[in-house]
């Protein structure tokens, strides 16, 4: 995956969500629909309530993805003995304890994990060139 900036710049915005006396995991989503070149089934993160849920049981699929950013406390990772592990454990625990912070990318974000998420990747990119 990669992205392009939105009218600020997507790490300053994470860290600005990012308060490390409440925060434990401040996560930067992306709206599936938007998202060139994803096919998956996206993750529901409901900001009123604080919860998430996949989208298995969803016809439509989540509204979004997980964009592959994130920002760690270290006290996000007390309590965990082993070496290898899912990072969703950590984010699963933040939201349960109140201590997940998410905000929505304002720009463009790439799938480029698959050969058809490359060729439409190429195909957008592609339409971002100035001519000469």
Do not use: C, N
Not at 12 to 24: I, K, N, V, W, Y
Request: glycine share 10%.
């Amino acid at each position: 995956m990669f992205w392009l900036e939105g009218r600020e710049p997507a790490l300053h915005r994470l860290a600005a969500a990012f308060d490390p006396e409440r925060t434990d995991a401040a996560l930067l989503l992306q709206r599936t629909v938007t998202a060139v070149g994803y096919e998956g089934r996206g993750r529901l993160f409901d900001r009123s309530v604080g919860k998430t849920a996949t989208a298995a049981g969803s016809a439509r699929g989540a509204p979004f993805l997980f964009a592959g950013i994130q920002l760690l406390h270290r006290r996000a990772f007390a309590g965990i003995s082993e070496r290898v592990f899912s990072s969703v454990r950590l984010f699963d625990h933040a939201e349960e304890t109140g201590r997940l912070q998410v905000i929505v990318h304002d720009g463009e974000w790439y799938h480029i994990g698959t050969p058809q998420g490359l060729a439409a990747t190429r195909e957008r990119l592609a339409s971002h060139r100035i001519e000469r």
